[in-house]
């Protein structure tokens, strides 16, 4: 009689402390708003997902969620036009709102779920809500039985601060496939992030077809760091990376670095080089070559594209017709950073001629901070990573900044010292240190009104197979998207407070699993089992 009691007591101990982490509470990033109501919402095998348009990208949407949660619920929910009725998810589009163009309002309540945006990608962005109010189990990629697939009741206003979000993955010093970097982007989506910067080209492989000049690839592409075969995407990839993108309302941002960091196009067009090169293949065993041979290092600042002649800008202009031909984005990323080999007063020059290339091309310009001390074309952005004070040459300039301070947020830093991934030259990136800042307070001079963005950045030298690109952007990721997506908690600049964040982090560990993501499980999170 007594155990009876007991064990009844301790179920109700144990079901109130699962009310209490609703997963109401446990969203990254935090909504703007959130108001709990009581009860909670069931899919259930007749639930129907309704559309009341006609609009294709809502019938994509609506389409993406219910191939999200088909999987796991093994419910055939489907998509129908008209009106939602009892145990329903309504779609819809409302342009009177007045949401913008990424934010949404999610109502859920016993009887329906209803997602509304102004614009499909604020449904895109409100469907990742929807994933995340569900239990863990809903990530599984096989069917999973006895889950009870409940939404807690309640209202989510929600919209991002900042208006670029983005993640940069370094494909030069290792390749990585179209199926790594479609992974990446289901990740980024999932977290409403919305920038994809793809930086194709470095000292090490150039990766990406350009048919005008085909020995990029055929020479440019061949190998990667240690020595390895490389790779490179054909325009087609290309254009398929895109797409995948698009659909996800991600841009894709391509990166050519130039003048520095271009060996590897160099390696593949002598007319490219300036003059003779010293190599030294050993100590007191030195060659002038005119040409320099491939490099597998991860050494930087060697290189330069010779800037003074006319060969160089046919190459530039060619380059970038063709990328600015399949890329829908508004932006192309001129590199720009740590070119120690290119003399000031040939760097200046260079940097203002490929800006007026690339509008020409109909294109607007990015480029490491480094380019801030040239004239900057209108509309250009500075991407600051190191020198704070570049970033404030661009604002004196008019220009606004996108932040990736390599202390915060590169992710190819090592966690700590006993990490066998990653450098640690910026510093050591735990994942409480990579949260626990605010762009607003971090450079005096730098303000919100000149920050358009943050971008993560994972730089590759280190990182060889997709595992290692999960283990290096999880769990840092969640929490660079909260600071581009979320005001900070209480409204104040600089008080994101880490001992609440971590909580919520701590209930994203099952979802990860379930996604088959392989993370750093962090010490410093009280991960949740499930
Ligand atoms: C600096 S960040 C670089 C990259 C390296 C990275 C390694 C930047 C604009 N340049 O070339 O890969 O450090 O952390």
Redesign the pocket.
Known sequence: MRKIFVIAFVSVLFSCQKEKTSTLTTLIPVPQSVAADKGSFKLTESTKIKIETSVEMVQSVANYLAAKLRSSTGYALPIESGAASQGDILIQLDAKKELGKEGYELKVDETQVVLTASNPAGLFRGVQTIRQLLPAAIESASVQANTKWTIPAGTIHDFPNYAWRGLML?VS?HFFSVEDVKRLLDQMAYYKLNVFHWHLS?DQGWRIEIKSWPKLTEVGGQTQVGGKKGGFYTQEQYKAVVKYATERYITVIPEI?MPG?TNAALAAYPELNCSEQTLQLSPGNEVKRKVPGLYTG?G?GFSTLCTSKDVTYKFVDDVVRELAEITPGEYLHI?G??SHATKKEDYMPFVSKVQKIVASHGKKVVG?DEVAITTLEPNTLA?V??NAENGKLAIAQGAQVIL?P?KKM?L??SYDSTSKLG?H??AYVEVDSAYAWDPTTWKKGIARENIFGLES?L???TIETQQDIDYMVFPRLPGHAEIGWSAAADGKPGSRNWEEYKIRLAHHGPRLEAMGIHFYQSKLVPWVKE
Do not use: K, P
Request: proline share 0%.
């Open positions: 370094d010093r470095d670095d960091h991860i930087v590199g950073d740590e490491w991407q990573w190191a990736s390599a590169y190819d830093m450098l030259w910026a950045a730089w590759s030298e």
